[in-house]
Nanobody, 128 residues
Framework: QVQLVESGGGLVQAGGSLRLSCAAS????????VGWFRQAPGKEREFAAG????????EYADSVKGRFTISRDNAKNTVYLQMNSLKPDDTAVYYC?????????????????????WGQGTQVTVSS
């Protein structure tokens, strides 16, 4: 079992920045690929960014590419999402998720069903 706790959300003006953190407890975090998803009111939960088990590979949704950066520190059991140039459309609850990796791979998971564990989410609100 892995427990995930997100932090760092809040209210920010358009153009501002936030850094989200996802801290893991339980098993070794390096055994997992990690993703950030987001869900706006009335919308489906969607992939925002993902990172492979080692941190050597990452992928982004087109809507956040160039503005968001995902990184991980396996020694601290933490994954980060740096969000810059925030827009009102980025307003959502942000969830981190961990998916089991059976072998060392550069693969980044983009689908919700690839993930085994989810955090409770943190609210990000961007005002115009």
């Amino acid at each position: 079992q892995v427990q995930l706790v997100e932090s760092g959300g809040g209210l920010v003006q358009a153009g501002g920045s936030l850094r989200l953190s996802c801290a893991a407890s339980g098993r070794t975090y390096s055994n997992y690929a990690v993703g950030w998803f987001r869900q706006a009111p009335g919308k489906e939960r969607e992939f925002a960014a993902g990172i492979n088990w080692s941190g050597g590979n990452s992928e982004y949704a087109d809507s956040v590419k160039g503005r968001f950066t995902i990184s991980r520190d396996n020694a601290k059991n933490t994954v980060y999402l740096q969000m810059n140039s925030l827009k009102p459309d980025d307003t959502a609850v942000y969830y981190c998720a961990a998916g089991t990796v059976s072998i060392a791979t550069s693969r980044v998971y983009r689908e919700k069903q690839d993930y085994d564990y989810w955090g409770q989410g943190t609210q990000v609100t961007v005002s115009s």
